[in-house]
Structures are given as C-alpha cells and as structure tokens.
T-cell receptor
Framework: GAGVSQSPSNKVTEKGKDVELRCDPISGHTALYWYRQSLGQGLEFLIYFQGNSAPDKSGLPSDRFSAERTGGSVSTLTIQRTQQEDSAVYLC??????????????FGDGTRLSIL | KNEVEQSPQNLTAQEGEFITINCSYSVGISALHWLQQHPGGGIVSLFMLSSGKKKHGRLIATINIQEKHSSLHITASHPRDSAVYICAVRLAYTDKLIFGTGTRLQVFP
C-alpha cells in the first residue's frame, strides 16, 4: 500500500482479555517501530524491528506485551491479560534502514485501544 | 528532568506571525525528528536532521549539536498549522526514539 496500515483502527475489550494489533509497513521498509500514546501523554517507544529481529525490547512496559514480525513485513503487537492502564493509541511506523543511515519514519493512523 | 524538553508547551498566534518552537535534549543523539500531530491523531514526520538546517516550504528546522538544541520555525503562520509539534531524538548507537511532550500550537485567523 501507499502508507503504513494499522488494524483495527479501534478496539474495545474487557479487562483481562488478550488483544492483537496489526501493522502493515510500507513495502520495502525494513525497520518497523511500535509506539504508545496514552491520553494526554506524550509518545512512548515500545519496540523496534530490523527485519524480523528486535534488538531493543526495553520499551515494552511489562511481560504481558510481546511483538513479532514475520517475513520482514507485517508485525503484530500482542497484549495479554489487558489492564485499564493499557488503554492508549498504539502507533506503528516504518522506515528504510540502509546501513544504519538515519531515515525518516512514516506513521500509521494508530489503533485506539480502550479497556473497559 | 526529562531527557527531551520542549518549550513552550502551548502557543497561540495570529495568522501571519512567525512561530518558534524549541527543543533541548540531554543525551547523545544520532538524529532529531520534528513531528506534527493533527487533531484526530495522525502523525506526519516534518524533518529529520543531524546537523545544520533544513527548510520545507514555510517550515525551517535547525539544530546545534554542541548546545544540544533544536528549533522549529514557521513563517507566515496559518490556521491550518494548528497542531501539536513533537520533538524526538534518536539515541546514539541505538534505534530508540525519545519524545518530548509536544507543543500545542493554535493559529487564529
């Protein structure tokens, strides 16, 4: 597609349920990022993928959060046993990453997650 | 103290005014991003710079690596420039971004 695509755009679920968020990066972009933006808060880095590997998982808030990427393309962010504090907009971004030369990131529209 | 500080937090201006938003950081970086987030949440990358100055239309971004400071300027501001402007730094030797809390800009006609 032309841009980064995230699905679903909105997700409402009950506390304790598991949720899976999907990100389709721009074709050819090898770097993929997940961020979180809680209501009234700034953006928070969660995890970064270069290809299928995630060299930096330090931003994941707890062991209930996990992410994977397959085929160097689609990524899923999974939150197990959701809590109310997980309510936020989850944003995905992708970029070219050529020999670690800095490249601009292109953002998706985000998934708005609400935990009841 | 946050590693990335932006000022001001809120800014109002009349159409046509020259706008400056500042970003200071306290960590070693490889690059600095300026992002724009419109009401409704969509984020657009405006600039990515590691030295000097970049210009795109009415927007100008500068960075002083020695002083660990960057500025975003908007010339001839317009109501459609109303948005939250976010500074983010890429930590040196990593791919991790740290974000400022944003500057909310409102431009009135």
């Amino acid at each position: 597609g032309a841009g980064v695509s995230q699905s679903p755009s909105n997700k409402v679920t009950e506390k304790g349920k598991d949720v899976e968020l999907r990100c389709d990066p721009i074709s050819g972009h090898t770097a993929l990022y997940w961020y979180r933006q809680s209501l009234g808060q700034g953006l928070e880095f969660l995890i970064y993928f270069q290809g299928n590997s995630a060299p930096d998982k330090s931003g994941l808030p707890s062991d209930r959060f996990s992410a994977e990427r397959t085929g160097g393309s689609v990524s899923t962010l999974t939150i197990q046993r959701t809590q109310q504090e997980d309510s936020a907009v989850y944003l995905c971004a992708s970029s070219l990453a050529l020999d670690r030369v800095n490249q601009p990131q292109h953002f998706g529209d985000g998934t708005r997650l609400s935990i009841l | 103290k946050n590693e990335v500080e932006q000022s001001p937090q809120n800014l109002t201006a009349q159409e046509g005014e020259f706008i400056t938003i500042n970003c200071s950081y306290s960590v070693g970086i490889s690059a600095l991003h300026w992002l724009q987030q419109h009401p409704g949440g969509g984020i657009v990358s405006l600039f990515m710079l590691s030295s000097g100055k970049k210009k795109h239309g009415r927007l100008i971004a500068t960075i002083n690596i020695q002083e660990k400071h960057s500025s975003l300027h908007i010339t001839a501001s317009h109501p459609r420039d109303s948005a939250v402007y976010i500074c983010a730094v890429r930590l040196a030797y990593t791919d991790k971004l740290i974000f400022g809390t944003g500057t909310r800009l409102q431009v009135f006609p």
